[in-house]
C-alpha cells in the first residue's frame, strides 16, 4: 500500500476530550472518525487489525467446536417479550416501529435471537453439546459513551452461546472456553490481563468470569489478592471481617454530639476511628404494587454501599435516594439515624451489612437530634425485622476471606465475558430436545463474549509509547512500514520499488511511504502507524548498499544487506 493512496489523515496535536491513550492515537493515526456520540466509522488501517483480531477469534472459538452463524440485528418485540426483557431492559435498548406499526429492537445482545434459531433447528439429545457464534453489530444506548472505543453505543461483538445437557457438560465447556479467551487474549499481545469473578447482572445465571485488562482509565474496580490469586470485580467481591468471639457486656449509651452530622465530625468528637461507628444511608424504590418502599441501610463508618450489591439484595435496579420524610415516617431522624427503636412498617426493608454485624461497640444513630448512642452491637439491639447481608464495597487492605492477606484494589478494562446462564432463555422460551428415554428436556446454556474494538483499543492501552501504537505483531494493520528519503533520485526510487515489490510477493504486508515528506515527517507517521518494522531507505543507505531498520518496540535497530531483507523481515515478522 502507497502512503499517498491511504484514506485516513494523521494529526499532529492531541485531539481535545481524548481523555485515554487509545481514543488519542486512533483518532490522530487516523485509524477511526467519530460520526456521533459513542457511534464511530472504521477507517482502513483500523480495519486491517479489526480483521486480524476477528480471525484470531474466529480460529480460536473453531478450535473448541464453534460453529459460525449471523442472526440479525433488528428483532421483533414478540422475541424479546418471550424472555421477558422487553420490559425489564431500560431505554439502552433501542425500540423504534417499523412502517406497519409493528415494534421492533435492535439488538444489543442476542440470547433471545440465538435460542430462536437453536430451538427450530435442534431436537434431539445427539446433537448436543453445541455451540453457535457470531461476529455481529450490536447497538445500545449507553447514557454515556466514553474513552473513543472503550465504550461505545455502536460495536461489533463476538458473542458464543452453547447448549448443553447438564450442567457438568456445561461447567467442562466453560473451562474450554475460558482456556480459548486466554489463548485469544495472548495472541493479539496483551500483557496485563487478569480473569475475575463478576457479577451475572441481566444476563442471568449463577457462575461468570470477565478478562480484565489492568488499566488505569478502567471503568471496573477489580479486588486482588496477591496471596492466593483471589480476583474479583468490586460488584461482587467479598472480604473478611475481624470477629470478636466473646459478645459485648457494654450496654448502649446516649452521648451527645451536637451538630455531628457527618462521620469525620462524629470521629473527631468521639475520638473513635470511621470502622467504629455505623452508618445509615437510605434508599427508596416502587414496588410492584406502587407502593413506596423505603430501603435502610446500615454499613460501617468507613465502608461505601455498593449500587449493584445493593441492587442485588434489594431485587431491582431502580433505586432513589430517599426523602427526609419518608426517613422520619418510621421514626428515624436524618443524620442521626439507626435501626434502634424505629417503627417497624410494611413500607420498610432494613438491610445490615455484614461489616456491621460482626463489630462490636460501635456508635450509631440514636434517633433523636443531637445524639448517638455508644456500644452499638447490631444482633443484641435491632429490635426490628432485618436482613444481615453484604452491600458495601471492599476497602484497600481489607482481609481476604480464603488466606487473610490484604487485598489490593486496582481498575480495569473488561475485554471479555463468560456467563454459565443455565435455562433461563431455553425455559422462558420454551426450546426442548428429546432425551433417549424419549424424554422432552430443556437443554442448559453458557454464553461467551468480547468486544472486538473494545479489544484493538485496549491492545492500545497495553502496548504503546509516547509516539504512538505498538502494535503486536499478530494483528498490526502492516509488517513494516518502508520510509523512503531522496526519493527524487533514482537509484533510491528503484531500491525502494524493488523492496516494496519482493516483500509483497513473498505475502509481507508493506506501507510504502511515498510522500517525499521530511524523515521526520516520515517517522512520525511510522509511529502513528505502529508496524513491528521501520526500513529506511535514502541517498545514504544506498552508497553503503544497505537497509536501515528499527523495530517499532525499540528491541534492535541496525542495518541490513538488501541480500538478506526478506530473510530478516521473514525472520522478525513470524513465528
Ligand atoms: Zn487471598
Redesign the pocket.
Given at each position: 500500500m502507497r502512503l499517498s493512496k491511504l484514506v485516513g489523515r494523521r494529526i499532529k496535536e492531541i485531539p481535545r476530550d481524548a481523555t485515554s491513550v487509545s481514543h488519542q492515537l486512533l483518532l490522530r493515526g487516523g485509524y477511526v472518525r467519530p460520526v456521533a456520540s459513542g457511534i464511530y466509522s472504521i477507517l482502513p488501517l483500523a480495519k486491517r487489525v479489526l480483521g486480524k483480531i476477528e480471525n484470531i477469534i474466529r480460529e480460536e472459538m473453531n478450535r473448541i467446536g464453534g460453529q459460525e452463524v449471523l442472526v440479525p440485528v433488528v428483532m421483533p418485540r414478540e422475541l424479546w417479550e418471550e424472555s421477558g426483557r422487553y420490559q425489564s431492559i431500560d431505554a439502552s435498548m433501542v425500540r423504534f416501529k417499523d412502517r406497519n406499526q409493528k415494534d421492533f429492537v435492535l439488538g444489543m445482545t442476542h440470547e433471545e435471537a440465538m435460542v430462536a434459531l437453536a430451538r427450530t433447528e435442534v431436537s434431539s439429545y445427539k446433537q448436543l453439546p453445541f455451540m453457535l457464534y457470531q461476529i455481529q453489530t450490536k447497538f445500545r444506548d449507553e447514557p454515556r459513551p466514553r474513552s473513543g472505543l472503550i465504550r461505545v453505543r455502536e460495536f461489533t461483538m463476538k458473542d458464543a452461546y452453547s447448549f448443553h445437557r447438564s450442567e457438568e457438560d456445561l461447567v467442562r465447556f466453560y473451562d474450554e472456553c475460558y482456556k480459548a479467551y486466554e489463548q485469544i487474549f495472548k495472541r493479539v499481545g496483551l500483557k496485563n490481563t487478569r480473569v475475575v469473578q463478576s457479577d451475572t447482572g441481566m444476563m442471568g445465571g449463577a457462575v461468570a468470569h470477565e478478562f480484565m485488562l489492568e488499566a488505569a482509565i478502567g471503568e471496573d474496580s477489580l479486588v486482588l489478592?496477591d496471596?492466593?490469586?483471589?480476583a474479583a470485580n468490586s460488584e461482587v467481591a467479598v472480604c473478611k471481617y475481624q470477629t470478636s468471639s466473646k459478645t459485648s457486656e457494654k450496654l448502649l449509651e446516649e452521648v451527645k454530639t451536637p451538630s455531628c452530622k457527618t462521620i469525620e465530625d462524629l470521629c473527631k468528637l468521639l475520638r473513635v476511628t470511621a470502622a467504629q461507628t455505623a452508618k445509615a444511608v437510605f434508599y427508596s424504590f416502587k414496588d410492584t404494587s406502587g407502593e413506596k418502599i423505603l430501603v435502610f441501610c446500615l454499613v460501617r463508618g468507613d465502608r461505601a454501599v455498593n449500587d449493584v450489591k445493593l441492587a442485588k439484595a434489594v431485587g431491582t435496579t431502580s433505586l432513589e435516594m430517599a426523602t427526609e420524610d419518608q426517613i422520619r415516617a418510621v421514626g428515624a431522624e436524618p443524620g442521626y439515624a439507626s435501626p434502634v427503636g424505629i417503627n417497624t412498617s410494611k413500607n420498610l426493608m432494613v438491610l445490615v451489612d455484614q461489616s456491621v454485624v460482626e463489630a462490636c461497640d460501635l456508635v450509631t444513630g440514636a434517633n433523636k437530634k443531637d445524639l448517638h448512642l455508644l456500644n452499638f452491637n447490631a444482633v443484641r439491639d435491632i429490635k426490628c425485622d432485618y436482613r444481615a447481608c453484604d452491600i458495601t464495597s471492599v476497602n484497600e487492605k481489607d482481609s481476604?476471606?480464603?488466606?487473610?492477606?490484604g487485598l489490593r484494589l486496582t481498575r480495569g478494562i473488561e475485554i471479555g465475558n463468560i456467563f454459565q446462564l443455565g435455562t433461563k432463555y431455553t425455559a422462558s422460551m420454551g426450546m426442548s430436545y428429546v432425551d433417549e428415554n424419549s424424554k422432552s428436556q430443556t437443554p442448559i446454556m453458557g454464553c461467551y463474549g468480547i468486544g472486538v474494538g473494545r479489544l484493538m483499543a485496549s491492545v492500545i492501552e497495553d502496548c504503546h509509547d509516547a509516539r504512538g501504537p505498538v502494535w503486536p505483531k499478530s494483528i498490526a494493520p502492516y509488517q513494516v512500514h518502508m520510509c523512503v528519503l531522496d526519493a527524487a533520485e533514482e537509484t533510491v526510487q528503484a531500491r525502494a520499488k524493488s523492496v516494496y515489490n519482493e516483500l509483497c510477493l513473498k505475502g509481507i504486508e508493506v506501507l510504502w511511504d511515498d510522500t517525499n515528506s521530511q524523515a521526520g515527517v516520515q517517522f512520525a507517521d511510522a509511529d502513528l502507524m505502529g508496524a513491528p518494522i521501520r526500513l529506511v531507505i535514502s541517498r545514504r543507505t544506498e552508497q553503503r548498499g544497505v537497509l536501515e531498520y528499527v523495530m517499532r518496540d525499540g528491541s534492535a535497530k541496525g542495518d541490513v544487506v538488501a541480500s538478506e531483507l526478506i530473510d530478516f523481515v521473514l525472520s522478525k515478522t513470524i513465528d
Open positions: 489478592c496471596g492466593c490469586g483471589y481476604c476471606v480464603h488466606c487473610g492477606h
